[in-house]
């Protein structure tokens, strides 16, 4: 089953020439997919256009459609968007915003409207899936740019949705870490959860059942 899908979806920014045409993506229940492309030819704008982001909170042009488990983005509330969709955004300081690890990991759930106690057991896995339980009560701006990234992550992990949307999750990230986040994505595949990966790295491409490459305003599948 297809979790989430971009049929033909075709982008520009206001007042710009188009950014990508016709791009077809799919992401199965259990799949993790990896997008690849240079710099600047429009993979954090596809994600934010598969996530709703675009053109709901930022604005351009879209055409095509975009499903979530089948049902057309463009027809759910924002509420049930975030429920399903989690999104790791490429610069983890434009994605935090409270002062404490805590507050942050809690604001996902609270909006969730989850019971206290079953928000107090998802901040301690989320921060325990990324190894750190003891940053709890860490002011964010104390920490490491990488650090801050793990947060993210966990931040989005804590609401257990069933699309990740992971934009260069690793950029930031040494080798220890990056194992970790590996190992997450794997086992959030084991969960079902659907998986979007933007990764230029070829040492990633372990993680992905399949691949797709932007470039030149379009999007192919490459074949491994
Ligand atoms: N809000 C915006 N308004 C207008 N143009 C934008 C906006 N955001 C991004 N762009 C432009 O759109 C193009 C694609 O940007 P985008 O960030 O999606 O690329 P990317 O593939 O993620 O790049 P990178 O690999 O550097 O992260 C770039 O030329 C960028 O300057
Ligand atoms: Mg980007």
Redesign the pocket.
């Known amino acids: 089953m297809n979790a989430l899908e971009g049929r033909r979806i075709s982008f520009s920014y206001p007042r710009a020439n188009a950014l990508f045409s016709e791009v077809n993506i799919q992401v199965q229940v259990g799949e993790c997919v990896i997008l690849r492309g240079p710099s600047g030819c429009g993979?954090?704008t596809l994600c934010q256009i598969l996530a709703g982001i675009i053109p709901r909170s930022l604005p351009g042009e879209v055409r095509g459609d975009v499903l979530l488990f089948g049902e057309n983005i463009g027809s759910l509330s924002l509420a049930r968007i975030v429920e399903k969709v989690g999104v790791l955004f490429?610069d983890p300081d434009a994605q935090l915003f409270f002062p404490t690890v805590e507050d942050e990991i809690a604001f996902g759930p609270e909006n969730l409207c989850l019971a206290r106690e079953e928000i107090g057991c998802r901040i301690e896995q989320a921060l325990e899936a990324v190894q750190m339980s003891e940053y709890r009560l860490a002011k964010t701006e104390t920490l490491s740019y990488g650090q801050k990234q793990l947060i993210a992550l966990a931040a989005v992990l804590a609401l257990e949705p069933r699309v990740l949307i992971l934009?260069?999750a690793f950029s930031q990230l040494d080798t220890a870490s990056t194992q970790l986040v590996k190992e997450i994505i794997r086992n959030q595949k084991r969960l079902g959860r659907a998986i979007f990966l933007?990764e230029n790295s070829e040492e990633h491409l372990d993680l992905a059942e399949r691949v797709y490459e932007l470039q030149g305003g379009r999007v192919q599948e490459v074949v491994l």
């Open positions: 993979k954090t490429q934009d260069e933007v």
